[in-house]
């Protein structure tokens, strides 16, 4: 079973960034697959908030539009999302998936932005 490991969560305050780390515990599979970055807000919903397919073709929630970027590190194995201007509603638990529902989630890492 492919494990997901999601690092680089913290406390930052408004208006600042923290960059999450997606690697997985098998070689290759975040290489060749499409990865996902969901959140889920404290009492809410889990969300999809950006995902980079093999090709490196991005997509972002309009919440975070402009300021997430997603990107990929090949030689490392690793899918990273970059977190710029931070607001509080950022604030959530975020996970790394691939497959999306049926698939493969890493355990989280929880990211809170003060205001």
């Known amino acids: 079973q492919v494990q997901l490991v999601e690092s680089g969560g913290g406390l930052v305050q408004a208006g600042g960034s923290l960059r999450l780390s997606c690697a997985a515990s098998?070689?290759?599979?975040?290489?060749?697959?499409?990865i996902n970055w969901y959140r889920q807000p404290p009492g809410g919903q889990r969300e999809l908030v950006s995902f980079?397919?093999?090709?490196?073709?991005?997509y972002y929630a309009s919440a975070v539009k402009g300021r997430f970027t997603i990107s990929r590190d090949n030689a490392k194995n690793t899918v990273y999302l970059q977190m710029n201007s931070l607001k509080s509603g950022d604030t959530a638990v975020y996970y790394c998936?691939?497959?999306?529902?049926?698939?493969?989630w890493g355990q989280g890492t929880q990211v809170t932005v003060s205001a």
């Open positions: 998936n691939v497959g999306h529902v049926q698939g493969y």
């Open positions: 098998e070689t290759n599979f975040i290489n060749s697959n499409a």
């Open positions: 980079i397919t093999t090709g490196g073709e991005t």
